[in-house]
């Protein structure tokens, strides 16, 4: 069964309005999570890495005002994509590093497809 | 820089024939390999890693790879392909440095397997 869970897996929203993705951790903690955005028949593109009662680490050029990340709790991170374009349109994936003996693998979650209108 | 190719944007192969994907890595230090596959409209799903130890790894769904330093690649193959198999593949390498776990993504090849 999934271990890692997103929701919700397709949203369509207006644009300039916002919306908040999640991603939980199931069964497990995990201190960290990452959050990755996927273009049609195109691979994955890291946008942050989500740390648990800190500051997500952002990668360069992602807009860390324009995606906040927040990750309250050590089962919890959510992505808010604000004030939405339609160029925010894609297919965001979060992901989280599995613990212990298997600590090397990242489980993903079903993804959110979004679309701005 | 550490980096993944993925050469073929697609593999075509007839159900029941051997199926290869190919990857090849860019890394400092020992690399930390991992194969994912991915469904339509879904997130990837792990099927394999290698870490250390024999350089055949066996996976999920009946998938192995082989790590070779030599030629830094880790190839994915199948001896016998279904076409349940047909789906978007990832080679991906654990990032040294910085967060830990951080995956760095080939392009993807998408494997279709005809009946």
């Known amino acids: 069964g999934a271990v890692v869970s997103q929701h919700p897996s397709w949203v369509i929203c207006k644009s300039g309005t916002s919306v908040k993705i999640e991603c939980r951790s199931l069964?497990?903690?995990?201190?960290?999570m990452f959050w990755y955005r996927q273009f049609p028949k195109q691979s994955l593109m890291l946008m942050a890495t989500?740390?648990?009662?800190?500051?997500?680490?952002?990668e360069q050029g992602v807009e860390k005002d324009k995606f906040l990340i927040n990750h309250a709790s050590l089962t919890l991170s959510t992505l808010t994509v604000t004030s939405a374009h339609p160029e925010d349109s894609s297919f965001y994936i979060c992901?989280?590093?599995?613990?212990?003996?298997?600590?090397?693998?990242?489980?993903f979650g079903a993804g959110t497809r979004l679309s701005v209108l | 820089a550490q980096s993944v190719a993925q050469p073929e944007d697609q593999v075509n192969v007839a159900e029941g024939n051997p199926l290869t994907v190919k990857c090849t890595y860019s890394v400092s230090g020992n690399p930390y390999l991992f194969w994912y596959v991915q469904y339509p409209n879904r997130g990837l799903q792990f099927l394999l890693k290698?870490?250390?130890?024999?350089?055949l790894v066996k996976g999920s769904y009946g998938f192995e790879a082989e790590f070779n330093k030599s030629q830094t690649s880790f190839h994915l193959k199948k001896p016998s392909a279904l076409v349940s198999d047909s789906a978007l593949y990832f080679c991906?390498?654990?990032?040294?440095?910085?967060?830990?776990?951080?995956?760095?993504f080939g392009t993807g090849t998408l494997l279709a397997v005809q009946p």
């Open positions: 991906a390498v654990r990032f040294h440095g910085g967060a830990t776990n951080k995956l760095i």
């Open positions: 992901s989280a590093p599995f613990p212990l003996l298997a600590k090397n693998i990242q489980y």
């Open positions: 069964d497990f903690q995990a201190t960290t």
């Open positions: 989500s740390n648990e009662g800190s500051k997500a680490t952002y």
């Open positions: 290698y870490i250390t130890g024999d350089n």
